[in-house]
Structures are given as structure tokens and as C-alpha cells.
Nanobody, 120 residues
Framework: QVQLVESGGGLVQPGGSLRLSCAAS????????MGWYRQAPGKERELVAV???????NYAESAKGRFTISRDNVKNTVYLQMNSLKPEDTAVYYC??????????????WGHGTQVTVSS
């Protein structure tokens, strides 16, 4: 059984910063892409940022210049540093990883989410 557990969410004022973490645990052979998604009330889940195993990254336009995704392949952990936060960043943030339990078997795994609220 493989699971992803997010942490680091909370309430922050506009202009503030938060750092989200997501740790994978269980029977892990290898982790390919890892990413962060978010879902605001009444909206669809959207991609925030993704990082491949080798370190290349891709960001949503709304995240460029403010958010930084990184990963530690030894700790099987992905991070999202969020700066200059805006009220419109308020959402539940979900971690996703393409996780392989052996050479042949890889599946997309989702965390349960962590709430980020940006408000004064």
C-alpha cells in the first residue's frame, strides 16, 4: 500500500508565504512525476506545478514567479514553496505522484489534501 500525506497548509495573510510538503510511504520502487493540484470551492481541480524525477518543472500561469516546486528523491517527498500569496490561492491543495511498486507497475496516487486559506 502506497500513500501520500500532505502537510503545511493553514491560514496566511495576503502577501505571506507557506511551504507545503508531501511525503510518500509504503512499498515504493520508484516515483516518476510528482505534482501539486488545487481545488477551490465550486471549481474544478487544477494543476499548480509538476516536477519530473530528473528535476524539470512546469507551472500553471497563476503560479509562475510566486511558487516553487522541488523534490527530495531520497526522502520521497515533494515540496511547494508559495510566496506572495493572494486570496485567489485559497483552495485545498492535493499532492499527486506516479508511483511504481515494482519495475512493471506504476499508478497515480493522490493525497487527501491540505487546506490553504489566504485572508486578512
Amino acid at each position: 500500500q502506497v500513500q501520500l500525506v500532505e502537510s503545511g497548509g493553514g491560514l496566511v495573510q495576503p502577501g505571506g508565504s507557506l511551504r507545503l510538503s508531501c511525503a510518500a510511504s509504503g512499498n515504493i520502487f520508484k516515483i516518476n512525476d510528482m505534482g501539486w493540484y488545487r481545488q477551490a470551492p465550486g471549481k474544478e481541480r487544477e494543476l499548480v506545478a509538476v516536477i519530473i524525477r530528473g528535476g524539470s518543472t512546469n507551472y500553471a500561469e497563476s503560479a509562475k514567479g510566486r511558487f516553487t516546486i522541488s523534490r527530495d528523491n531520497v526522502k520521497n517527498t515533494v515540496y511547494l514553496q508559495m510566496n506572495s500569496l493572494k486570496p485567489e490561492d485559497t483552495a485545498v491543495y492535493y499532492c499527486n505522484g506516479n508511483i511504481c511498486t515494482n519495475y512493471w507497475t506504476c499508478n497515480d496516487v493522490w493525497g487527501h489534501g491540505t487546506q490553504v486559506t489566504v485572508s486578512s
